[in-house]
């Protein structure tokens, strides 16, 4: 089974940083895609950013764009979210995606919390 391991998540101040990391294990399998998924309480999970792993081309949600960076580490299957920034409306549980395969399918990493306050 794939596993996808999410760290970085805590407490930062508004206007603050935070990077989170996700590396991807356990699967023969080549990665088409990583990115990063955001979900509030009771709402549809909102996608943040993603990065194709042939080439880099970077893809980005309306509400985090010119303030989030997606990259890629493909030697660590590990992809990374810097959060620049940030504001308290950011707050929320980071999921972890990654699209694996010549058939595409998804594998999601079990969450980190970010948390924008004072």
């Known amino acids: 089974q794939v596993q996808l391991v999410e760290s970085g998540g805590g407490l930062v101040q508004p206007g603050g940083s935070l990077r989170v990391s996700c590396a991807a294990s356990?699967?023969?399998?080549?990665?088409?895609?990583m990115g990063w998924f955001r979900q509030f309480p009771g709402k549809e999970r909102e996608f943040v950013a993603a990065?194709?792993?042939?080439?880099?081309?970077?893809y980005y949600g309306d509400s985090v764009k010119g303030r989030f960076t997606i990259s890629r580490d493909n030697a660590k299957n590990t992809v990374y979210l810097q959060m620049n920034s940030l504001r308290p409306e950011d707050t929320a549980v980071y999921y972890c995606?990654?699209?694996?395969?010549?058939?595409?399918?998804?594998?999601w990493g079990q969450g980190t919390q970010v948390t924008v306050s004072s």
């Open positions: 990065i194709h792993w042939s080439g880099g081309r970077a």
């Open positions: 356990g699967s023969n399998s080549s990665i088409y895609a």
């Open positions: 995606n990654a699209r694996l395969g010549v058939v595409l399918k998804d594998y």
